[in-house]
């Protein structure tokens, strides 16, 4: 079964640093996400992206975040200068056209740790 | 900001019964929800889904109810397996089809051999 896949499962930086979060969607999917979830929170919406653009973004995604699909597989989701309170896990998901109606399909994440 | 809410943090149920899990929502706009179950380490999984012109949507095992006057949506397994043992949260796409998901807090199930 196709899957989401992302890299790296854990990473950890110190406050300040810029980190890169990667994912390769599936490959016939058209929009892609970004959600994160702090340690016993909800699952958050970050942003969606569509056609090579940011389609919509929460109010956590600030002028800190940036996404990007740098070569038709990948998308990335950077982290300019990281906080203690960017800490979380980070789910990349995509979707195909259908979108909510048959759910996304998420990867397993990212852990965060800012120190 | 707690438009999806889901107000029990844990649920145990004996293996082979009911497990209900339950979800309120206060945004009249929501016309779809969802069901995603996540194991540790791992990211959600999609399960079940309802459109707001039904009542009832069932999968094998797995049914939710809607009661659009209450704002309240429940989803059914049974008979419940130790493999349902997760984290079930509930989710409304705001937006369109391609919107955003609002998740609850989500309801741990714990499911006794």
């Known amino acids: 079964e196709p899957e989401v896949t992302q890299t790296p499962s854990h990473q950890v930086t110190q406050m300040g640093q810029e980190v890169i979060l990667r994912c390769v969607p599936i490959?016939?999917?058209?929009?892609f996400y970004w959600y994160r979830q702090i340690l016993g929170q909800k699952v958050e919406f970050l942003v969606s992206f569509y056609n090579n653009e940011i389609s919509e973004k929460s109010e956590i995604f600030d002028d800190q975040f940036s996404v990007e699909r740098p070569d038709g597989s990948n998308f990335t989701l950077k982290i300019r200068s990281t906080k203690l309170e960017d800490s979380a896990m980070y789910f990349c998901?995509?979707?195909?056209?259908?979108?909510?109606?048959?759910?996304?399909?998420f990867g397993s994440g990212t852990r965060l740790t800012v120190v | 900001d707690q438009q999806v809410k889901q107000n029990s943090p844990s649920l145990s149920v004996q293996e082979g019964r009911i497990s209900i899990l339950n979800c309120d929502y206060t945004n009249s706009m929501f016309d779809y929800f969802l069901w995603y179950k996540k194991y540790p380490a791992e990211g959600p999984t999609f399960l079940i889904s309802?459109?707001?012109?039904?009542d009832k949507n069932e999968d094998g095992r797995f049914t939710v109810f809607l009661n659009k006057s209450a704002k309240h949506l429940s989803l059914h397994i049974v008979p419940s397996q130790p493999g349902d043992s997760a984290v079930y949260f509930c989710?409304?796409?705001?937006?369109?089809?391609?919107?955003?998901?609002?998740f609850g807090k989500g309801t741990k199930l714990s499911v006794k051999p």
């Open positions: 989710a409304a796409p705001w937006g369109g089809s391609q919107g955003n998901l609002i």
């Open positions: 998901a995509s979707s195909d056209p259908t979108g909510t109606l048959y759910g996304y399909t």
């Open positions: 309802i459109s707001s012109i039904k």
């Open positions: 490959s016939n999917h058209l929009y």
